[in-house]
């Protein structure tokens, strides 16, 4: 077992074909002014010249260490730096993205010092076009008591910055004690990942200080079409419903989440077919029969219908409104009906105004 450091701060970036963005990364950790810190560069399979950067960066500094995976995906990677790492702390940075400023880890261990926080947050903002904009901050959901439906279906889907792994600090011992580590799915793990996290009762802290960079990578995973993105949605959907049944946690209590997870995933889903697919409204319809016909899915959408216990407890009406609107029209098979109106909706970038990025600009 490796012995943990007391106050030291283990940083993990999964490398894959990062060349363009990870000299970066690595730099914003080296410049920080809390020193404490070791850094973990998993390699992952590149096939561009990224393991040759990382090995330079770890020429530099004694703190940073390059381990070498298979390409297996960030979730992997991220596991094996949680298996190698030292620290009492963990940060996760994404190879394209970085910190903004050296104070960063210096405000993380004020707050660990005075509160003892599970999971510190920060706020983020996103790098497009080389220009630097805002996201939604966590104020819009960390006003409400975290047991309370609107915190959880803000934290995680309509703003959604409690999905995210990076731009936050988290206490080892609290993922060792819960056994929570990273499922291999390609995408959205640290979704599931999170959500493992709030349903096992971590303590949230929240600084209003900007603690990532989110940079706009379309070669990312998060950006590129993926035919076989509903199966690793619903899989995800189906986890976390097992693990809460094997881990003796109160399923019915946490639903939502397992239901706006489906929710979300099919919208984004439909979008992502009829964006690649020369706008075929058919491509909408196919990725809502995928959906519907699935058990979970199918479970979802009929509870979420005549739901009288979790939406009611959502502050947006439009939301409420558009939840069970979508959800019956699922559970009566009205998919074509519903594609029209995605189309509509995507047409006129309303999902990207309701979004925690805003407009794609």
Request: aromatic share 14%; net charge positive; with cysteine.
């Amino acid at each position: 077992m490796k012995k943990v450091s007391s106050g030291k701060i283990s940083v993990i970036i999964p490398v894959h074909n990062a060349e363009k963005y990870i000299d970066k990364a690595v730099q914003s950790v080296m410049e920080q002014n809390y020193t404490n810190w070791e850094l973990l560069l998993i390699e992952n399979g590149s096939e561009d010249a990224s393991l040759d950067i990382c090995k330079k960066n770890a020429e530099k500094d004694s703190r940073i260490q390059v381990l070498k995976e298979k390409n297996k995906g960030a979730g992997s990677a991220r596991n094996t730096g949680l298996c190698s790492a030292e620290g009492e702390y963990m940060v996760f940075i994404d190879a394209d993205d970085y910190l903004p400023d050296k104070s960063v880890f210096q405000r993380y261990m004020n707050i660990a010092k005075q509160i003892r926080a599970d999971i510190i947050v920060s706020n983020y903002v996103r790098l497009w076009n080389g220009k630097i904009l805002p996201a939604a901050g966590h104020d819009s959901f960390s006003v409400y008591s975290p047991d309370s439906e609107e915190f959880r279906f803000r934290g995680f889907f309509s703003v959604g910055t409690l999905s995210y792994v990076w731009g936050k600090l988290y206490r080892k011992s609290f993922l060792d004690q819960n056994r929570i580590t990273f499922s291999e799915y390609p995408y959205a793990e640290d979704k599931l990942f999170n959500m493992q996290c709030y349903v096992c009762g971590a303590k949230y802290a929240f600084i209003e200080q900007i603690g990532n960079v989110y940079r706009k990578n379309e070669d990312s995973v998060s950006y590129k079409y993926n035919p076989e993105s509903s199966r690793c949605w619903l899989g995800i959907a189906q986890t976390f419903k097992n693990w809460m049944e094997e881990e003796g946690k109160d399923v019915e209590q946490y639903e939502g989440l397992i239901q706006y997870t489906v929710f979300f995933a099919s919208f984004f889903d439909a979008k992502m077919e009829y964006q690649k697919r020369r706008k075929s409204i058919w491509m909408i319809w196919k990725i809502l029969r995928i959906y519907g016909n699935d058990s979970i899915g199918k479970d979802c959408f009929a509870k979420l219908a005549c739901d009288r216990k979790c939406i009611p407890q959502l502050n947006q009406k439009i939301w409420r409104i558009v939840i069970k609107g979508f959800s019956r029209g699922m559970k009566w098979k009205c998919y074509l009906a519903l594609s029209f109106g995605i189309k509509q909706l995507i047409e006129h970038r309303v999902d990207e105004k309701l979004s925690d990025t805003g407009l794609r600009e």
